[in-house]
């Protein structure tokens, strides 16, 4: 396999679910002006929705695409959420990627929708979207999603149909959006062991993006940005966070120093900077770009950049440096 190249990078920017509100589109527009490729929303419990702020974001910029990652399927109706895709499809054409999931079992449990088999209400979910999207009349009686006849006007359609990924973890999970998803996001931390794992769990037989969310510190000084992206890693150590870090050499020990460890706040002050180098893409320019290449290699076809720190949009510049031939 020959070695990335810079050209070979695709490299987006996660947009933080707590950024101030006034933070937001000044945010998404430095990341345009810097080059990203990509700036991606999150939707989680709390926070802010989406779709939301993807229509935000996509109508106060103008080349970078947006993804939305990820919304949970318990959520929203099939039929309505492929009405604001189409939507944002057909108002900024081939700018949007969006992803859907399980959504994290403790957030929809709260909301009273988690379903009973996952894996059944993902797969139906899916497969009626995107032929809503498509413009076809859907007819399913399915366990979980039900289309009498439901069909998109001709008027609402978008050129093309977005890429729908799969937000997902275990293995199999994986093994279904390979089936039916045109991409699977990983969320952080994403190491180039854990994105081979991952594509073996997927096993895609057609042409299938990898999008890798990682923790990101870029400094001239090795160590500050290694010490910046310790609290972005806090939580890997906990049971949710296995499959990221069974695939590691040192997964036995990552566990066993959680174990030892009375806070999330010890556990990171007490991890060696080799596991934090590996967990996260931090240090220098030449250092982080060298780990994007290591994931790329590893099958990662786009890396999004979480930023550390009190100033996100401040960080935007450092990580910016990856972008440099």
């Not at 929809?108 to 497969?127: A, I």
Request: contains cysteine; hydrophobic residues 50%.
């Amino acid at each position: 396999m020959r070695s990335p190249t810079a050209a070979d990078r695709t490299v987006g920017v996660l947009l933080p679910r707590d950024l101030p509100a006034d933070r937001v589109l000044p945010y998404a527009r430095r990341a345009e002006e810097l080059g990203f490729d990509a700036v991606w929303v999150v939707e989680d419990l709390g926070f802010r929705g989406g779709i939301a702020q993807a229509a935000a974001v996509l109508a106060s910029t103008d080349r970078i695409r947006v993804g939305i990652g990820l919304l949970p399927a318990g959520a929203r109706n099939v039929a309505f959420a492929a009405l604001e895709i189409a939507s944002l499809a057909q108002l900024f054409p081939g700018r949007i990627d969006v992803t859907v999931g399980h959504g994290m079992p403790h957030w929809m449990r709260s909301v009273g929708q988690w379903p009973r088999s996952p894996l059944t209400f993902l797969r139906e979910y899916v497969d009626a979207l995107r032929a809503l999207l498509r413009g076809e009349e859907v007819r399913v009686h399915g366990e979980y999603v039900h289309l009498d006849g439901v069909q998109l006007d001709r008027s609402a359609l978008p050129d093309a149909v977005p890429d729908i990924l799969a937000g997902v973890r275990g293995p199999k999970s994986l093994a279904l959006s390979g089936e039916v998803a045109d991409g699977t996001v990983l969320a952080e931390p994403v190491t180039p062991e854990y994105a081979r794992a991952a594509l073996g769990h997927i096993s895609a037989q057609r042409p299938h993006r990898l999008v890798a969310y990682n923790i990101a510190s870029v400094d001239a000084d090795p160590a500050i940005a290694l010490a910046a992206a310790r609290p972005g890693l806090e939580w890997i150590g906990e049971p949710d966070w296995h499959a990221h870090i069974a695939p590691l050499p040192f997964a036995h020990e990552l566990v066993a120093l959680r174990a030892g460890c009375a806070s999330r706040e010890e556990f990171v002050a007490r991890m060696p900077d080799g596991w934090v180098a590996r967990l996260a893409v931090a240090g220098t320019p030449a250092e982080a770009r060298a780990g994007l290449d290591g994931l790329r290699a590893a099958g990662v076809t786009e890396t999004v950049l979480a930023p550390v720190g009190p100033d996100p949009l401040g960080a935007l510049d450092s990580l910016a440096a990856v972008l440099d031939v």
